[in-house]
Each structure stands twice: as structure tokens, then as C-alpha cells.
């Protein structure tokens, strides 16, 4: 009698060809586990941490009951479930689960294919992708088994490209044509099967056919990543168009590099391991000033971080209060100690100009930062996301994802393990990210306020007239991207006193004008906070913004918009988690100056509303760094 374990599409268990029946979510799950470590011992916290997000007081019970019930499954003496010191070990024959065997005929493919003997290599990987009955551990979701499936789903694809290039190597043209076309078709950032298509329709006599297919790709990659066609494939349309000798014969195509014959390949499991990595951080600004408390409070939060485990810092403020500038700042005097790589996305959460980037793309771009090809990259979510995880898992980086929209958009690009260190800025509160340390970012104290501007427009200038500096800075409400904005327009404009600045600033239009330039507006920036409140908390902010400035109460709050108590709380709660308004005490709030500006220009709520952008709907990954907040 034998058993048989299958993973390679649904996880199936078979005894002499006939299915036993693995009953529940959580001991397929738990089954799944036992074979990603087949013959090793699984600890029983291991166990318990890949079956619950949060584990019931109930849990190692529950585990030893899924165990009594999996070891009736185990009936002959070759397969046995074995209780070990720190949790349990699944014994079995290699060649009883299909993944193995997988590996070991796509290795024994690569060695005939190094002897030339490709009829028999050909064979043998038809015979490995013919294992394949769907995606690997299909409809089962736990990081373990989620990471090990994003990697043998990528074996499959790699066989698959292998096998189509040898059948082009012995000669065959016509024939894979077809099932190339249809490859592509689901696979169509896969550099080699786009090569190998052209290359069969150029031997086929329809070299038109095989510019046409060269050109969808390159404007599939422009559009979806922003990236050109690599290398190799421009290389091939320019043998193409030059009707080079090479593309009409079989192309040399170097062997695959593969483990020796003989030694095994076990189903994919373990992190990638650490070493060097890119630094992909925007530049740090010479003229940076300020924030030595909030600076000094996240390096004493990374130092107390837990070894071996990820820390998350969030800081939240209003537009143009910093964040990305503190962040950036920290990721540079941080990178000595995260030398696995420095990792930057923009995830444009509040650009009026462009809805947010869906983390499908986000991934994109942090997985082609750290070396994996465009072609190679993993079709939904849950799989890149497994496969970041995977590749930070055991290392030291550092990842920077700034101007998040919320936490939805955030946590799939969370690494699972490893000494990673996340810095998150955000304009909402990002409660929802357990685990993370919180920093809301307030305005500049007054004399770091001058300081900035005296350090952009000049120290001798505003040195000259304190009194009017100290008044600009105040009138640009120690805000920092206004205070630089504002201290540009100084220094661009040498007949102008610091006299002159504050001209412009005292009044609310002529400031709006003046915190503009060709490339950075202030106020556009500040009203993409309000693209995502509904029309209610527009019109209260609205209304609000109208009365004379001070802190007010939630009474008068009631009393000036109309709505009721509950109603005018319900509001100002929204825009306190936008940070749209501060909380002077436990019952009086307050409008920033340059925000109450922003909001007082807000259209009637009267009139008909331009539809708020999607949320995290991008089509197009821009991969400029912005303009640090």
C-alpha cells in the first residue's frame, strides 16, 4: 500500500490512488506545514503562529487534535507522524509528494540537457509540468505555505520557459506557437516566453508577427511598470529587423544553472539569505533643520526595537508638515545599521493629480528594486507580497512607504520576519497598524521656524530685519513646506526685503499666490486632504473655517453648522484623524491658519461635487521620487 501527497494544484492526499479525505481549513493547512518540512521536526510555535493570526488559549490543544486526526490518515509503516521534543515530524518517502518529484525531474532535465542529450531533457520536463493540476497548495493561505507556493509556481514557470526553448532548439517552429501565444497571454511580463514566441513566428516566415508581438510588450511594460523591453529583447527585434542569420537557426541557448545530479532539492521554504542590497532613498536636504526631539524619540524606539523582529514607525501630520523629509532624514543615519538594503515607494495617497498606488504596483516596484526581473514577478497580491516577504525574511532593511493612504494600502508590503525596519508617513492616523510606534508631526517650533527660513533664503538677509523674519514665519504658520516655499520665493528675488515677504503673506489671497510656484502649490496640496471626506464633513469644514480664528467647542461647533451635538462630533472626530484640526484640550479644537485658508476656499457643498479619485485604483506606477513634505 502507498500514499501519495499532491500540492502541485489543490492539496490532495491519496492512498493507492484513492482520496482521503483531509477534513477542515485548518488541518489541510496544518498538513500543508508538516510537507513543506517533510522528515524535518516542526516546532509546535511555529505551528501555532501559521494557523491563527491570533492564537486562541485553545491553540496547542487544538494543534494535538488536528495531529490525532492526521495520524489516521498516516496507515502504513513508510509514512508516520512523529511527536518530537519541540513539536512533530512528518516521515515519509521523497517521492511521495508531487513537488519533489517536480524537482527532481526538471534537475535530472538540466543534466541531459548539459550531456545534449535534449530529446531526453525535453521529455523529462514535459513529464514535470505535467504534475501540475493548478497553482501550488491552491485556496490554502498561511505565510509558510503562501511563500513556498509563490516559489513553486515560479519552478513551473521557469520549466515551462525551458521547455519551449529546447523544442525551438531541436528545430520545432510551427507547433509552439501556439501554446506560446496562450502562455503569454497569462504570463505576458515573462521575458523568455516573449522571446521564445518571437523567435518561433520569425522561423515561421511571420517576422511582422514577431515585431507586433515585441511591440505589445513594450507598451504592456510602459504601461504597467514605466520600465523599457530588457536587453535581450531589444536585442532580438534589432536581429529581426536586420534579418540577422542568428534568429532563422537554432539559438545556443546557454543550460540552465541547476543544483548537481544527484543532490535534493527540497520544496522551498527558507528565507532568501541576507547579504548586500540596493539603496533606493530619495537624497537627504542640506538645509534640514529642526526636529531633534521627534528625531531623538524614533532613534530610541529603533533602539529598543526586539531582535530578529520588524519595527514599524508611523508619523502622521498635516500636508506639507515634514514627514517625508523626517523619514528620509532617519532612513540616511539609519542605513549603517540595515545594510541589506534601503528601499523607497511612493505611494501617493493624497495626490489631487493621480489616485494612490494599489499595492499590486507598490510590490512591483519594491520587488524590481531588489533585483527580481519584470517578467518574473507573480501575478496577484497575495503572491508578491509573499515573495517580498520572503525576500526580506533574515534580513536587515530598511523600507520607507510614504504618504499612505491607510492601513488596507500599507499592509501587504509589510515584511513577516527578519530585523526589517518600516517608516510610514501619512496625513490619516494609522491606527489600524498594530504593532506600530506612533509619532503625530506637529509644526515647527518659532526659531526652528526662521532658522529654515534664514537657511534657504539667505542667513544674512533675514539676520537684517529678525522682526519681520519672525512675523513671515508666523504669517506661514510654521509650516515647513511653507516656510521653504516662501523663503524660495526670497532668495529667488534679491530686491526683495524680508519686509516685502510679509507683504504678501499678511493677506489670505495674495498668500495662497505667493505659496505657489511652477512645481509646488500649497494649497493644492493641503485641499487633497479633503478629497476623501464626504460631503457632510466638507461643508462643516467649510463653515467652520469661516469664523474668527481661536479654539472652539463642540457647542458652538453644533451651533454654527446646524447639525446636532453627536452629528458636529462624529465630524470633528474625521477630521482630527485626518489631521485637519487639532485638539487644544480634552474639548476645544482649532484650525491650522494656512489649513483654515485651504478650507475656506472649498466649493459650496450647494454645488454639484467633482467625484473624490478612487481609492487605490492607479493605473500607472510613477516611479519619481516626489517632493519631500
Known amino acids: 500500500m502507498t500514499m501519495e501527497f499532491l500540492v502541485l494544484g489543490a492539496l490532495e ?39 491563527w493570526e491570533d492564537p486562541p488559549p485553545s491553540a496547542r490543544p487544538q494543534v494535538h487534535n488536528a495531529i490525532r486526526d492526521l495520524r489516521r490518515v498516516l496507515t502504513t509503516g513508510e509514512y508516520r507522524l512523529v511527536t518530537v521534543d519541540v513539536g512533530y515530524r ?77 523544442r525551438l532548439k531541436v528545430g520545432e517552429t510551427s507547433s509552439p506557437v501556439g501554446e506560446l501565444t496562450a502562455l503569454l497571454a497569462e504570463y505576458p511580463l515573462r521575458d523568455s516566453l516573449r522571446r521564445s514566441l518571437m523567435t518561433a513566428l520569425c522561423r515561421s516566415g511571420r517576422q511582422a508577427d514577431a515585431l507586433a508581438v515585441y511591440e505589445e510588450g513594450r507598451r504592456f511594460l510602459a504601461d504597467e511598470l514605466g520600465l523599457e523591453p530588457s536587453p535581450a529583447l531589444r536585442a532580438l527585434q534589432a536581429e529581426i529587423l536586420a534579418d540577422a542569420p542568428g534568429v532563422h537557426a537554432a539559438v545556443d541557448r546557454p543550460a540552465p544553472v541547476g543544483p548537481p545530479a544527484g543532490a535534493r532539492e527540497p520544496l522551498p521554504a527558507g528565507p532568501r539569505p541576507p547579504g548586500g542590497g540596493p539603496n533606493c532613498l530619495p537624497h ?74 494599489p499595492p499590486l ?20 497580491l497575495e ?21 499612505a493612504l491607510d492601513s488596507a494600502q500599507v499592509r501587504p508590503l509589510l515584511p513577516g520576519a527578519g530585523e526589517a525596519l518600516v517608516l510610514v508617513t501619512a496625513r490619516r492616523k494609522l491606527g489600524a497598524l498594530d504593532g506600530a510606534v506612533a509619532l503625530p508631526l506637529d509644526v515647527l517650533p518659532p526659531g526652528d521656524a526662521v532658522d529654515l527660513l534664514g537657511r534657504v533664503a539667505g542667513e544674512g538677509r533675514v539676520a537684517r530685519e529678525p522682526d519681520r523674519a519672525t512675523e513671515a514665519a508666523a504669517l506661514c504658520g510654521f509650516l515647513p513646506l511653507a516656510l ?30 505667493c505659496l505657489r510656484t511652477a512645481d509646488r502649490d500649497l494649497m493644492a496640496l493641503l485641499r487633497g486632504s479633503y478629497q476623501y471626506l464626504d460631503r457632510a464633513q466638507r461643508r462643516f469644514s467649510r463653515l467652520m473655517s469661516r469664523q474668527p480664528a481661536g479654539p472652539f467647542d463642540l457647542d458652538r461647533a453644533a451651533a454654527v453648522t446646524g447639525l446636532s451635538p453627536d452629528e458636529a462630533e462624529g465630524c470633528l472626530d474625521v477630521l482630527f484623524e485626518n489631521n485637519l484640526v487639532r485638539q487644544e484640550g480634552s474639548e476645544l479644537f482649532s484650525f491650522h491658519s494656512l489649513v483654515r485658508d485651504c478650507a475656506r476656499a472649498l466649493p459650496d457643498p450647494a454645488e454639484p461635487e467633482r467625484p473624490a479619485p478612487p481609492a487605490v485604483l492607479a493605473e500607472v506606477v510613477d516611479l519619481r521620487v516626489p517632493a519631500a513634505l
Open 361 to 380: 504596483r507598490a510590490l512591483a516596484v519594491l520587488l524590481c528594486a531588489d533585483g527580481v526581473a519584470p517578467d518574473l514577478l507573480p501575478a496577484t
Open 13 to 51: 492526499a491519496r492512498h493507492d490512488g484513492a482520496l482521503v479525505d483531509v477534513r477542515g481549513m485548518r488541518q489541510q493547512r496544518l498538513l500543508a506545514l508538516l510537507l513543506l518540512n517533510a522528515n524535518r521536526a516542526v516546532p509546535m510555535d511555529f505551528l501555532v503562529d501559521e494557523l
Open 484 to 513: 521653504r516655499i516662501a523663503a524660495t520665493k526670497l532668495r529667488d528675488r534679491p530686491a526683495w526685503r524680508v519686509a516685502d515677504l510679509v507683504a504678501r503673506l499678511a493677506d489670505p489671497e495674495r498668500r495662497a499666490r
Open 383 to 403: 503572491e508578491r507580497s509573499a515573495l517580498w516577504r520572503a525576500r526580506l525574511a533574515g534580513r536587515r532593511c530598511l523600507l520607507v512607504l510614504d504618504d
Open 284 to 357: 537627504d536636504l542640506p538645509d534640514f533643520t529642526g526636529r531633534a526631539a521627534e528625531t531623538a524619540l524614533l532613534l530610541d524606539a529603533v533602539g529598543r526595537r526586539t531582535p530578529g523582529a520588524p519595527l514599524m514607525l508611523a508619523v502622521d501630520g498635516m500636508g506639507g508638515v515634514g514627514k517625508t523629509t523626517l523619514a528620509v532624514r532617519l532612513a540616511h543615519r539609519l542605513t549603517p545599521d540595515f545594510p541589506d538594503g534601503q528601499f523607497f515607494v511612493a505611494l501617493d495617497g493624497y495626490d489631487e493629480s493621480r489616485p494612490p498606488v
Open 90 to 166: 512528518l516521515v515519509l518517502p521523497e517521492d511521495a509528494v508531487d513537488a519533489h518529484r517536480f524537482t527532481r525531474k526538471v534537475r535530472e532535465a538540466r543534466a541531459a540537457e548539459r550531456d545534449g542529450r535534449l530529446a531526453e531533457a525535453i521529455r523529462l520536463l514535459q513529464s514535470a509540468v505535467d504534475l501540475w493540476r493548478g497553482e501550488a497548495f491552491a485556496g490554502l493561505h498561511c505565510p509558510a505555505v503562501t511563500s513556498a507556493a509563490v516559489k513553486l509556481n515560479e519552478q513551473r514557470l521557469t520549466a515551462l520557459e525551458d521547455l519551449m526553448a529546447l
